[in-house]
T-cell receptor, first 116, second 112 residues
């Protein structure tokens, strides 16, 4: 099973709302990622969790707050977003670096977020 | 200079044609290399990892030239369903080996 699932598929929120994006994988991967993708651009890395610990934060504004409750789940909490935060938010997972030097990442279908 | 550079295209080819995509990367310490395919409004899907010896998967052949810092993808006998954006992706081994550097993608349209 090489599937990463994400919910919801679509989300529309106002600038004062609080919402959460969810991601799940059951491949036994120990690294999980959040990416942001704008139209006609490649994905941009936001956060990396390795063994449930935050290992990379690519200078993401604090209105985005990641959480990794366990090795299969990854959340992204959203609060006070701006219209320019509208994008496709992709979750990905991979084996940990120590076990796989190639570290292929597998992406979920994404959540398409619109901030009004 | 961008870490990963690709010709954005678009490449418009007829069904059955052979098409080649090229990609260059700037960091000579890069450790692993991939081609991903992304359909419109969908997530990137891993097409192939690219190994030093080159590798083939059906109609798809990937090559790596470390000396020239160059990666290629060859698609033979193009199908309509090959129409997508092809992303060249490089892992430089920085950031504990987790961070991927994406090219901007090359757009392919296969026409009947």
């Amino acid at each position: 099973d090489t599937e990463v699932t994400q919910t919801p598929k679509h989300l529309v929120m106002g600038m004062t709302n609080k919402k959460s994006l969810k991601c799940e994988q059951h491949m036994g991967h120990r690294a999980m990622y959040w990416y942001k993708q704008k139209a006609k651009k490649p994905p941009e890395l936001m956060f990396v969790y390795s063994y449930e610990k935050l290992s990379i934060n690519e200078s993401v504004p604090s209105r985005f707050s990641p959480e990794c409750p366990n090795s299969s789940l990854l959340n992204l909490h959203l609060h006070a977003l701006q219209p320019e935060d509208s994008a496709l938010y992709l979750c990905a997972s991979s084996q940990d670096q120590a076990r796989s030097s190639y570290n292929e990442q597998f992406f979920g279908p994404g959540t398409r977020l619109t901030v009004l | 200079r961008k870490e990963v550079e690709q010709d954005p295209g678009p490449f418009n080819v007829p069904e059955g044609a052979t098409v080649a995509f090229n990609c260059t990367y700037s960091n000579s310490a890069s450790q692993s290399f991939f081609w991903y395919r992304q359909d419109c409004r969908k997530e990137p899907k891993l097409l192939m990892s690219v190994y030093s010896s080159g590798n083939e998967d059906g109609r798809f052949t990937a090559q790596l030239n470390r000396a020239s810092q160059y990666i290629s993808l060859l698609i033979r006998d193009s199908k309509l369903s090959d129409s997508a954006t092809y992303l060249c992706v490089v892992n430089t081994g920085s950031n504990s080996g987790y961070a991927l550097n994406f090219g901007k993608g090359t757009s392919l349209l296969v026409t009947p």
